[in-house]
């Protein structure tokens, strides 16, 4: 199993501030240390390396080791690599071999369950992840996976600190977590503790949604019941990690010309902002370039809102009419609840007009509440509403949010803004079939995936008609 010619072959001792192996490296068994690398590259992965014969078997992990029992990931197997790669971190320069940064997520020891050529079981013993895992080829020239086996001692990250205000270690930041307990929403019993944990779970398809969209947060230290307002000028009282980004703040009545938004681009951001009680999460519908330039929007969204006694079953038959006349100008539509009373559509598109969108989606709005005004109302006036479904394209202006897909909401109970397929929309007869709560959607989610992963593809341009 030895073999670092391919390590080799892939590196330019001259170029990459990376170790060069020994010429004759130690043979046989023995040593027993792994390291989990977090690699900065093109994507951000993991990469998981444990000792063996003398030098490191690698996989590059891009979602990291699993976290969960009977969860599974990828796990690419990569080259051998050196022993002196167990303490590397560094920058690899741009242009070579795995350029980015390198830095020490995790190391410590392990012991071996199992080792054949197609499956690796083992213990891992770190600073942060304690756990039994198994690695294994499902064939012949495919990918290796990882699975997290059951444990039946060891929780997964150890908190440290009291119960009540434990620290722990995300990516390798420490947090520390305060009031687990509080419960946040009364009607339930749903606590603190369970809003980290469902922010926690939902990560991998929420974080995408986050991603270079200056958040809007609102906070209910008190629960639902209490206190909230809607909260963005939130960088000042982040850690240093926090990626922020200062924009221009319209129309501001307090005279500050610029707030600093945080970015959320990853779990330990997302689990410092639920800890703070953060429930919802708003973004608008354009993002930031690495810089903080801003873009023009990159989603169309139209956001439906029943008039009493009307309900989300009226939302569905507009949702239809609506995605009737986008798929008619060769958009596509994605439905998802707002978590609250009503629904909301969303089109990928390409616009370099900001205001682009907005005209857009108001004239759909009027050309549906023309054809059906009893059904549909496309002004704000309220009064208007009773009985009818207002579209509001106005959402589309740049200054505004909405709230995040998977994101919670501060209801009696903790509802989600839960992404849906064409088929619930058409099905729904009552305003229950389309309540999901946070338990509800992790389940979904596990067992249909993200609905929404095709609005992160790129739209096509608006038509000139409307
Ligand atoms: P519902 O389905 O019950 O209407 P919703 O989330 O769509 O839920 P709306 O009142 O229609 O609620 O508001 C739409 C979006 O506008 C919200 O999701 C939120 O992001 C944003 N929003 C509403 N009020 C404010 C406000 N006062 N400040 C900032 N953003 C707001
Ligand atoms: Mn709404």
């Given at each position: 199993m030895v073999d670092l010619g391919e390590y080799r072959r892939r590196r330019d001792p001259r170029r990459t501030p990376e170790p060069v192996p020994a010429e004759n490296p130690p043979a046989g068994a023995g040593g027993n240390r792994f390291v989990i690398q977090q690699h900065h590259a093109r994507r951000l992965h993991y990469d998981v390396r444990l000792e063996r014969d003398g030098v490191l078997v690698s996989f590059a992990v891009p979602k990291n080791l699993?976290?969960?029992?009977?969860e599974v990931h990828l796990a690419v197997h990569t080259e051998d690599h050196p022993?002196?790669?167990?303490t590397f971190h560094g920058e690899i320069p741009?242009?070579?071999?795995?350029a980015g940064s390198m830095t020490i997520w995790d190391s410590g020891r392990y012991e071996t369950e199992k080792w054949t050529d197609n499956e690796i079981a083992v213990i891992l013993h770190g600073e942060h992840i304690h756990g039994r895992f198994v690695f294994f080829s499902p064939g012949e020239g495919q990918n290796w996976m990882v699975r997290r086996r059951p444990d039946p001692?060891?929780?997964?990250?150890?908190?440290?600190?009291?119960?009540?205000a434990p620290t722990v270690t995300v990516e390798g930041r420490q947090l520390k977590l305060s009031n687990?307990?509080?419960?946040?929403y009364p009607a339930t019993g749903f606590s603190k503790g369970e809003v980290i944990d469902y922010y926690t779970r939902i990560a991998p398809v929420l974080l995408p949604y986050l991603a270079d969209r200056p958040v809007t947060l609102r906070r209910y230290p008190d629960g639902v019941d209490g206190q909230s307002f809607f909260e963005k000028?939130?960088?000042?009282?982040?850690?240093?990690?926090v990626r922020t980004v200062e924009l221009p703040t319209p129309?501001?009545?307090?005279?500050?010309?610029t707030t600093h938004f945080a970015v959320v681009d990853d779990l330990a951001t997302l689990v410092w902002l639920a800890n703070l009680a953060v429930l919802e999460l708003h973004v608008p519908q354009w993002t930031v370039g690495p810089r903080g330039a801003q873009h023009p929007p990159d989603l169309l969204v139209f956001d439906l809102d029943p008039g009493p006694p009307a309900t989300v079953v009226e939302c569905c038959r507009v949702a239809e009419r609506v995605l009737v006349v986008l798929e008619h100008d060769g958009l596509t539509g994605y439905p998802k609840t707002s978590g609250g009373k009503g629904l909301q559509i969303y089109a990928p598109v390409r616009v370099r007009d900001p205001e682009r969108t907005s005209t857009y989606a108001r004239a759909v709005a009027e050309q549906l509440a023309e054809q059906t005004p009893q059904l549909v109302v496309?002004?704000?006036?309220?009064?208007?509403?009773t009985g009818k479904v207002f579209?509001?394209?106005?959402?589309?202006?740049?200054a505004k949010t909405t709230v995040a897909p998977y994101a919670l909401r501060?209801?009696?109970?903790?509802t989600v803004s839960t992404p849906l397929d064409w088929g619930e929309v058409r099905r729904c007869?009552?305003?229950?079939?389309?309540v999901f709560t946070a338990p509800e959607v992790l389940a979904r989610v596990q067992r249909r995936?993200?609905?929404?992963?095709?609005?992160r593809q790129p739209g096509p341009p608006l038509p000139h008609h409307r």
């Open positions: 699993p976290t969960q029992p009977g022993l002196e790669y167990l741009k242009g070579e071999y795995g001692d060891a929780a997964q990250s150890v908190p440290t600190g009291s119960v009540h687990l307990d509080k419960v946040l000028n939130t960088a000042r009282h982040a850690p240093d990690w129309g501001s009545t307090k005279g500050a010309a496309s002004r704000m006036a309220k009064p208007a509403r579209i509001d394209w106005s959402q589309n202006n740049p501060a209801r009696e109970r903790p007869r009552q305003p229950s079939d389309l995936g993200d609905l929404w992963a095709g609005t």
